[in-house]
């Protein structure tokens, strides 16, 4: 059985390529990136490194097809919203020229296609479920949800045979420059486990939806398996991220590290909290009837967290 | 005032030129399409024939930029069902790359797009409404609808000014191999105009969708001047068609024409009953209250479609 992931050196990419390894379901695995750490090498391995929109380097990530595509790679919503044909040239043209690709090779391959919750635009409605209408505010969100369309009737045509899984915030990313305005909820794992003081700018009141990278990535695997008897009709599932309040998760992130708990100041900032920290309750029926699960607790989720940074 | 139209040689494109001239707001009219029919000229007009997926001719249409492009050109349902590769060249990416660049001259064109009733799928529940969701079941309705998004949210980053306007069945085309399984819809007219008998290949009690091609022309007309207060905010309208029953249809083209009502047989054929034949209940709330209108009756409709043919 044979995999390629894209974007197989990203935060969520080098997780799912450790737990397809500790799966053993595939024995070759093309992992696809701008850059791939050299710690994602093995004998079951082609590297592919460069650009995905150059044909050339996506003829040899699909030039043998695939059993499963997961396809993560993508310019990330900032970078989209700042140079939208970019964002066109990458996660719609690429990503578009990739699935045909791969549908080409005639096996019918399965695509776990990582979509996002800004299909749902913004303001959210007081609550989100399956019946919630599709309307992007942002063009990482129209683009994605571009591609779940074309992955849906690619799917019905018989072409292959695609789950589009959307992502709600996945913590605690790696430090570093990300661009993401929302940086702030990686960094307090970060500074916590390290006893540094971090002023959070939400209240603790604010409420996100998140899941760990562990948990997203056991979603992406149970994608790659899913059976037709559980698939969702329209071939997308939102994701059942844990709905949590940020001072609850400050506070087990606090009783986790032994942190002391005075290292921790609110100063909200009423754009961050507009956009980030007023997540409304979401109802996830048709992802979690398919078997798809969020972490569980604010404690469980902040453990995962905690490990996915290599924190005690 | 100037208007880029393509698809101007077509059954729609040629009576929306007629009207625009009528109207008189533009004094240039740039008509792109693979062929324009002489009777399209006029020292107001810059006629463009080619491919729409040519960069050049393209570049030929909008080098000046508009106020108003209309985007009629595109590959037809039965076609794009056949040959989605070219439906995704033509209808998807020559799309956009058009609309990118009548945006690119930085004046926030309007943008008429006509997208179709295919975006809704099949089977079509009990009642179609402006919150019925969106999930086509054929590649054209797929392409469509991931261009509406595209133009959503290109207005919402003020790059352009769209409306999208799904259209039902536009009767009555002109005779000629359209490749289209409906045909017969348009066929019943031409065969009464002309006195000859024709079997009807669904039943009296058939339901469907329809509108004359002068009220279609006249409510991309309207898109065009549309108001921003009472813009839709999805920027998406489905036009309030008038559902028909098509015994009724036939009876008020006898009655028009003096044909001899017994040159009418009915000859259902089920899955052509099935696919065009139960047309349910359609309430178009956003269409009407922003001012888009349907033909007003069946007889005013026939009337219309009559007039549309040539025949008295």
Not at 25 to 52: I, K, S, T
Not at 85 to 99: G, K, P, V, W
Not at 188 to 203: I, N, Q
Not at 213 to 239: F, K, S
Request: proline letters at 7%.
């Amino acid at each position: 059985m044979r995999a390629i992931i894209t974007g197989a050196g990203g935060f969520v990419g080098q997780e799912l390529v450790r737990q397809l390894r500790a799966q053993g379901r595939f024995d070759r695995l093309v992992l696809l990136d701008a850059r791939l750490p050299p710690g994602l090498a093995g004998p079951d391995a082609e590297l592919v490194e460069g650009d995905l929109a150059d044909p050339s380097i996506r003829a040899r990530a699909t030039g043998q097809g695939a059993d499963v595509l997961f396809h993560l790679a993508g310019v990330m919503g900032g970078t989209a919203e700042q140079d939208p044909a970019l964002s066109r040239r990458i996660n719609l043209d690429a990503t578009l020229d990739l699935i045909d690709a791969v549908a080409a090779y005639g096996n019918v391959p399965r695509v776990v296609f990582t979509s996002t919750i800004a299909v749902f635009g913004a303001p959210l409605p007081d609550h989100v479920d399956d019946d919630t209408p599709l309307s992007p505010a942002m063009t990482y969100g129209a683009h994605k949800l571009m591609v779940e369309i074309a992955l849906a009737d690619l799917t019905r045509r018989g072409a292959l045979d695609a789950v589009s899984v959307r992502l709600p915030g996945i913590l605690a990313r790696p430090l570093g420059p990300s661009g993401m305005k929302s940086a702030f909820m990686s960094e307090v794992f970060h500074a916590l486990a390290a006893g540094k003081p971090f002023t959070v700018p939400v209240s603790r009141e604010a409420t996100i939806w998140a899941m760990s990278v562990e948990r997203c990535a056991a979603n992406l695997v149970h994608a790659a398996g899913l059976d037709g008897a559980v698939m969702p009709t329209t071939r997308a599932v939102t994701l059942p991220a844990l709905r949590l309040v940020f001072g609850e998760m400050v506070d087990a992130i606090v009783a986790r590290t032994g942190a002391d708990p005075a290292l921790v100041t609110y100063v909200p900032d009423a754009p961050l909290e507009a956009q980030f920290g007023r997540l409304p309750p979401l109802t996830a029926a048709a992802a979690q009837a398919a078997g798809f699960a969020h972490d569980g607790s604010t404690e469980a989720f902040v453990a995962a967290a905690l490990r996915g940074i290599g924190a005690p």
